[in-house]
């Protein structure tokens, strides 16, 4: 869960929640078609739930007389309870009463909304997978081009998708820390290489700042539908990822979509309307597969030489970047809002790099056989991104604390403190080990299977008519350049929640 921009926020004070549950006992004993619920997800073994045999699956109506829908509002309520308290929970058609003693419940819980319940001129395409953050796959553009491929009979998962496109094997870090870094689609444009592995013939058009082309992107949005292709879109909800417009429906006006930490299990309704799409509108001559992998070489060694594209510092100078501004930026008594986006970018950068680099390995290892000449070369940079997604993950699980840190873990700009920036800097330090380690392989196999093209040399006659000389002019002394200094980022300013 993007826990930094995704938390709830604290909607209901305590004294709300007196009568909660009594003023809303009276609606349908409970059971409402569109408004959230808590859904048990997990249940902590040995724990007063397991003991009272609450299942996966039952739904948490309410907490000592209080309604609660959400881990906001439980939260509230368990902060009044000083003794055993009566907790109401639905099962199917079943409402079923138990004691808790207050305190902890031993339960995981994820706030969810009913099923969608679609209009009369519902157009839908069925059938496409969740976007989901399950085992790392938090690259949005990236799987939300695998679904649709998927939906539309190509069998590539987001792994190939992930190292076919360089997506696996990029690093980058926005010159202001802006956590677009992480997304495919900005900086070196990996959503693009990932269009072209697949050779699909596709459109993007982007909203205009003033909305003035909105009812062409409906149009085209509906159209798209109606021919049978999902629609690839970015920011249909709050968080600026990217998601698959599957349906519409009252005349367009309404677009349904699969999106990231959707509270509903099925399709939901878009929460806005997408600033940007990429229309797939059929397929070129694709690449073999085995001629996309050989380009993906080519990718992972640009991603890690390339410096900068636009804003966005790439590759090794990235990481070198984002050391030295850890080491040296005053990161206290920047303005709140500056803070925050540092902090949340730090943090998402971080744990991209160690979920992508898991997919990285598993890449490598699984194309390595097609290519018996430098199979040990791809089995050696696999055993590299495993070793280095291994250690970076060390980092949450440390007996020290976690040192990366989301604005929503923190109280001060005095808790990230220059102690937990220096166990992070030591943990990318050897990620750079690595990543340089890699970088060597990389260039080893496209001299292989990419040579650079020999540079032609200018025939010349042996005969020569007439010998002419140039005057000599007095060239001014060469000054010794002065190696400038490191360009520095400006620093502008788990599945349920235990309970």
Known sequence: MKLAWRVLAFLLIAGVFTSGYAKRGDRSNGRFSD????????????S?????????GDILRSYNKNWVQSIEELGAAKKLAVDSVEVIFDRGEETLSFIFPAGPLGLYLEQRLPELEYASDAVILQGIGPLDEMEGMNSSFILSLTRTANYLRDTLDYTMLMGLSGAAFRLQMHRTWDMAAILASEGYRCDIA????????YRYLELQSN??????????????????????AFQVIEFPDWGII????KNGRQIIVRAYDSRRAGYTLAESFPKKIYLIEGRDVPPTLKEAMIRSFVIAQEVLETEQVGDYYCGLKAINNWIQALETTTFQGLRPEDFDRILDANAWMYRQLAEDRGFAAEYAKRIASEFPDIQDK???????????AEYLNLAF??????????????ESQFDWTPQMRMRQIN??????????????????INAIYNPEPEEEVPETTEEVTEETTEPEVEQPEEQPLEEPEPEEPEPQRFHGEAQ
């Open 378 to 388: 791809l089995l050696g940079i696999a055993d590299l991104y495993v070793t280095e």
């Open 427 to 444: 943990y990318l330090r050897f990620a750079r080990v690595k990543e340089d380690e890699a970088l060597k392989l990389w260039r080893e």
């Open 211 to 232: 909305m003035g082309n909105v009812e062409a992107v409906r149009k085209a949005i509906t159209q798209m539908i109606d021919a049978g292709s999902p629609v690839i």
């Open 35 to 46: 408004e959230p619920f808590l859904l048990v997800v997990g249940i902590v073994p040995g």
């Open 397 to 410: 699980d440390s007996e020290e604390g976690c040192p990366i840190v989301w604005t929503m873990d923190i």
């Open 246 to 249: 599957t349906g519409y429906q």
């Open 194 to 201: 990932a269009l072209q592995a697949l050779g699909y013939e």
């Open 48 to 56: 007063v739930a397991d003991q009272l045999e609450i299942k996966e």
